[in-house]
């Protein structure tokens, strides 16, 4: 194990220590967040390092704001596993989440600290099993001047060192309210299978389960207003994808994504298309759509130029909500990047010697 590696390690889980690998958010390009959503996905490409940020903004059309999500993410193949075409690779998120509440917001940091195993089952890893484990803490407060909690008015019906470290900042800089934000700790873990099928065809396919541990906190509206807690139930997530040529320099790629957090589910279902636009540059350009049980119809357009990546979608509102927010649902753009540093061979030098 070289010095890099050793870095790389200990640096992921410092990281988790004040990170959290907290339930994703709903994503429409999920792709462009893997490491956030299952940890097995860490390291799991070819190259040095994969550095990747994605800006969602959501119900934009409300007359009061709306709700922002940037992630960034990174990850790594670090060291060789216990088998000859096995690797381990690490990964870490950081994820900002801005949610609308009464005068003010809801202001969450998450991240996440991960290690994953990627056992293949050949030499050529054409079929790979990743295993992910995930862990760390969140932080949360109130950007709201109306808001008291039960320790400013000295009549907590229930004294907890949580509630009372719940801390109301003031959005023209003031504060009130005492600690460093409410907290809590999760772990996550899941499974990633891909294999290749012939020369050009790809699946996809996993499962996730965070919030495995048992943790007291809450929502922070709900802890602030009544005192209460609640154990987050557990967040259980599913998905696929196939991606295969159906023409000369074209591919299409069907995807499935559920997940479910007691009470409330999400169904995507997508479709995208793939053209090889230049093979010597390296460049593909993507598009298509899908449909979501929350949000309705998603656009997507993309485009891979050799080791980068960018990615927009839209959402537009197909429910009740367009009363409220008017049709713009959201909409997302991403990019990523897969950094890759190869040390030069350097050859022994040859002497040759001229023919008496």
């Known amino acids: ?24 958010f709903h994503y429409t390009y999920f792709d462009m967040t893997k490491v956030a959503m299952n940890p097995a996905f860490a390291g799991s490409f070819e190259g040095t390092a994969r550095v990747g940020l994605l800006y969602r903004e959501q119900d934009y059309g409300f007359a009061f704001g709306q709700f922002r999500n940037p992630t960034f993410y990174i990850d790594v193949p670090v060291i060789r596993g216990f088998r000859q075409q096995d690797w381990i690779g690490v990964g870490m998120s950081y994820i900002y989440d801005e949610q609308l509440y009464e005068e003010g917001k809801v202001v969450t940091i998450k991240g996440f600290g991960g290690i994953s195993y990627h056992l293949a089952f050949d030499k050529k890893a054409k079929n790979v099993l990743s295993i992910g484990l995930a862990s760390g803490t969140s932080s949360s407060y109130v950007t709201d001047p109306t808001i008291t909690t039960y320790s400013e008015l000295g009549t907590d019906p229930n004294p907890d060192p949580i509630e009372n470290s719940i801390k109301v900042k003031n959005p023209a800089g003031g504060s009130s309210g005492g600690g460093g934000g409410l907290g809590s700790a999760q772990l996550t873990a899941g499974l990633h299978f891909r294999s290749y099928i012939g020369k050009e065809t790809e699946l996809n396919t996993g499962v996730s ?9 809450g929502r922070v509206d709900e802890s602030i207003a009544t005192g209460s807690y ?12 196939y991606k295969t040529p159906v023409a000369d ?58 080791d980068f990546r960018i990615g927009y979608s839209f959402d537009l509102n197909l429910s009740d909500k367009t009363q409220v927010s008017g049709a713009a649902g959201a909409f997302e753009l991403g990019v990523a990047y897969i950094l890759k540093l190869y040390k030069k061979p350097k050859p022994d030098p040859v002497l040759v010697c001229p023919r008496f």
Do not use: H
Not at 230 to 241: D, E, I, N, Q, W
Not at 272 to 286: M, P, R
């Open 1 to 24: 194990m070289n010095i890099r590696t050793i870095l790389v390690v200990i640096a992921v889980f410092c990281f988790q220590g004040i990170m959290v690998s907290q339930d994703p």
């Open 209 to 217: 389960v965070a919030n495995l541990t048992t943790f007291r906190g």
């Open 230 to 241: 609640s154990t987050a139930p557990m967040r259980f997530l599913v998905y696929g994808y």
């Open 249 to 306: 320099k074209i591919k299409i790629e069907p995807r499935l994504f559920f997940q479910y957090r007691q009470p409330s589910w999400d169904l995507q279902v997508q479709t995208l298309a793939y053209f090889l636009l230049n093979e010597e540059k390296g460049i593909t350009l993507s598009g298509g759509l899908g449909y979501s049980a929350v949000n309705g119809l998603q656009f997507l357009l993309g485009a891979d130029i050799k």
